[in-house]
Each structure stands twice: as structure tokens, then as C-alpha cells.
């Protein structure tokens, strides 16, 4: 599965951004996709998950009541809508897929097989 992740930029604290993730040569249907972010000398981190199983999402708890992870089938998309952005949100933002995520697993980024290229969110005054 390739997956291409886009929407970064650059923005004021405070400020909107929403990722989109899709896949140029597959449909992600079957896929649980995952949203994971990575600051300069940080290890990468778990931001979002979407199961496919149920369709259930989870997201960790700093991004709670900001960030909401949705689905396009139509457009064979998920998107990240990401509120209130603060500058502790900078980092590289990766779209991540497994179509045998198990449950225990979701925030784990070593259990995603497919992964994209990132995409870069600058969060500044």
C-alpha cells in the first residue's frame, strides 16, 4: 500500500490545519490507519488511530477535543482535522495502515506495515 499524506504548513498558535492520507494504488478499505507525529529529537509518537474493525478512534490524550480522525471512502481518504494548534503540535506528521491491527496494538507505530512520506506541521508566531 502507498500511502501519500499532505495538508501540512505552517500556522499561528490557535489555527486549523486538516491532513489528508490517502492511497494512489489500493482502496484503504480493510485498512486501520494511524496517525503518528515526530518533533526533532523526539521519537516518533501515536496521535490517532481509525480501526477498520468498527470504526472505532482513539487519539491520545493531548490532542483530545482538538484533533478528529474521519474517513472518506468515496475518496479513499482519511483526513486529521487538527483545532486549536499550539506550537508543541510541530512536527512531521506520518499517515500509517495495517489491515491486521489488533486492538492492543493501536498506538504502537511498529505494528503499522504501510507507511507515508509525512508531511510537515509548523506551528509559530
Known amino acids: 500500500v502507498q500511502l501519500q499524506a499532505s495538508g501540512g504548513g505552517l500556522v499561528q498558535p490557535g489555527d486549523s490545519l486538516r491532513l489528508s492520507c490517502t492511497s494512489s494504488?489500493?482502496?484503504?478499505?480493510?485498512?486501520?490507519i494511524g496517525w503518528f507525529r515526530q518533533a526533532p529529537g523526539k521519537e516518533r509518537e501515536f496521535v490517532a488511530a481509525?480501526?477498520?474493525?468498527?470504526?472505532?478512534?482513539y487519539y491520545r490524550d493531548s490532542v483530545k477535543g482538538r484533533f478528529t480522525i474521519s474517513r472518506d471512502n468515496a475518496k479513499n481518504t482519511i483526513y486529521l482535522q487538527m483545532n486549536s494548534l499550539s506550537p508543541e503540535d510541530t512536527a512531521i506528521y506520518y499517515c500509517?495502515?495495517?489491515?491486521?491491527?489488533?486492538?492492543?496494538?493501536?498506538?504502537?507505530?511498529?505494528?503499522?506495515?504501510?507507511w507515508g512520506q509525512g508531511t510537515q506541521v509548523t506551528v509559530s508566531s
Open positions: 481509525w480501526r477498520w474493525n468498527g470504526g472505532y478512534t
Open positions: 500509517a495502515a495495517d489491515s491486521r491491527l489488533i486492538l492492543s496494538e493501536t498506538r504502537n507505530a511498529r505494528a503499522y506495515d504501510f
Open positions: 494504488d489500493r482502496t484503504l478499505s480493510g485498512y486501520s
